[in-house]
């Protein structure tokens, strides 16, 4: 069996989506995945499978909770990956959002620079934009305009919340 990260888009936000963490580890359990852990309610999930979970996440919520969501999915290696490509590492973590795309981004740079404050900061490595933004993103208009910028789907991550997962990775491996 392989551990993989799940980490599902635009879940629990605003009452939308509502997909409820514990009766998704229970349907996972029920199709055959293990060690399945969840870290808070904003759909972050590691397990261990047999085969590649992305359809059968998509389809036991379309199913059983009424939505499809974006699900993006990394082996234990890709997640290294991101994690050694962090050239944000050393910034405090609350500051330092990782958005993990679904496809190679086609940045769209006239897009980005004028919506970019003068202090966030951003990096592209293959399918993950790294940003640094030590103002918070809750006013970010780059935050808010991102997947128009990248040109691809992609949900983001706190440096927080990413360092939590790949502390849940260690404890599945």
Not at 54 to 62: G, M, N
Not at 69 to 91: A, D, H, I
Not at 94 to 115: E, G, L, R, S, W
């Amino acid at each position: 069996m392989k551990t993989y990260i799940v980490l599902l888009r635009g879940i629990n936000v605003g009452g939308n989506n509502k997909l409820p963490m514990a009766e998704l580890k229970t349907r996972l359990q029920d199709s055959g995945f293990e060690q399945i852990k969840t870290y808070l309610q904003s759909g972050n999930v590691v397990l261990k499978g047999k085969s590649h979970p992305e359809r059968v996440v998509k389809s036991l919520v379309q199913d059983h909770f009424g939505f499809t969501p974006e699900v993006c999915v990394l082996t234990v290696s890709e997640f290294e990956t991101v994690m050694q490509n962090n050239p944000y590492k050393g910034y405090e973590g609350k500051f330092v959002h990782v958005y993990f795309c679904k496809d190679t981004p086609a940045v769209n740079h006239d897009k980005i620079q004028p919506m970019a404050l003068p202090s966030e900061r951003y990096a592209i490595n293959g399918k993950v934009c790294y940003l640094h933004a030590p103002d918070g993103i809750g006013r970010s208009k780059l935050v808010a305009n991102i997947e128009a910028c990248l040109g691809v789907a992609a949900t983001g991550r706190n440096l927080n919340t990413v360092n939590k997962l790949e502390s849940m990775v260690k404890g599945v491996s």
